[in-house]
């Protein structure tokens, strides 16, 4: 059974620098794009920044610029380096892997922004 595991996670301050990793662990046959999102308590989940399997990106506009999403396809693994933490960046965040034939959610990490 497939399982995503993100790590990376915790309490940095304004300004600061974390990066985030999410592994895959089992096979997947085909993943077509691998993502980050987050949710902050009260708030819907939204996207954060994802890249496809030709490498291409997108990424929200509240973090161009200072977030940067790669990965390892060969280890299946997807990565993001935040810079320049924001107070607002504070939430969980969740990696995600569209494949066939389904979709996986990893468990979330926290990441909180506070002096």
Do not use: H
Request: charged fraction near 15%.
């Amino acid at each position: 059974q497939v399982q995503l595991v993100e790590s990376g996670g915790g309490l940095v301050q304004p300004g600061g620098s974390l990066r985030l990793s999410c592994v895959a662990s089992g096979s997947i046959l085909s993943i077509y794009v691998m993502g980050w999102y987050r949710q902050a308590p009260g708030k819907q989940r939204e996207l954060v920044a994802t890249i496809t399997s030709g490498g291409s990106t997108n990424y929200a506009d509240s973090v161009k610029g200072r977030f940067t999403i790669s990965r390892d396809t060969a280890k299946n693994t997807v990565y993001l380096q935040m810079n320049s933490l924001k107070t607002e960046d504070t939430s969980v965040y969740y990696c995600n892997f569209q494949a066939w034939p389904k979709g996986y959610w990893g468990q979330g990490t926290q990441v909180t922004v506070s002096s």
